[in-house]
């Protein structure tokens, strides 16, 4: 019913760039937060940054400065442009929507991407 489809990902070397893309599709009324995650093989999911629906955003303290998270709420769509990309970004990236389902008495829920791999290499 929903699909978060992310697109963007790749490889760059140290102190390049990336946007990455990720669009909300599917029978959707409302789309609240959205943010991208990244994880690490062994490692926890880790929030790297988010935006509320009035675009009020937050970021790790480690992409501070570097990383701009932005959303097209007509598009349902979040971006995460990426800069000055240090080998330490490499990880796989996640898109996250917190969103209502356009079905009746369906509740707020958390959706996931399928996520696409940023290698950084030094």
């Known amino acids: 019913q929903v699909q978060l489809v992310e697109s963007g990902g790749g490889l760059v070397q140290a102190g390049g760039s990336l946007r990455l893309s990720c669009a909300a599709s599917?029978?959707?009324?409302?789309?609240?937060?959205m943010a991208w995650y990244r994880q690490v093989p062994g490692k926890q999911r880790q929030l790297v940054a988010s935006?509320?629906?009035?675009?009020?955003?937050n970021y790790a303290d480690s992409v501070k400065g570097r990383f701009t998270i932005s959303r097209d709420n007509a598009k349902n769509t979040v971006y995460l442009q990426m800069s000055s990309l240090k080998p330490e970004d490499t990880a796989v990236y996640y898109c996250?929507?917190?969103?209502?389902?356009?079905?009746?008495?369906?509740?707020?829920?958390?959706?996931w991407g399928q996520g696409t791999q940023v290698t950084v290499s030094s």
């Open positions: 996250f929507a917190d969103l209502l389902l356009r079905i009746p008495g369906s509740r707020w829920g958390g959706y």
């Open positions: 935006i509320t629906s009035v675009h009020s955003t």
């Open positions: 599917g029978s959707i009324n409302s789309v609240n937060a």
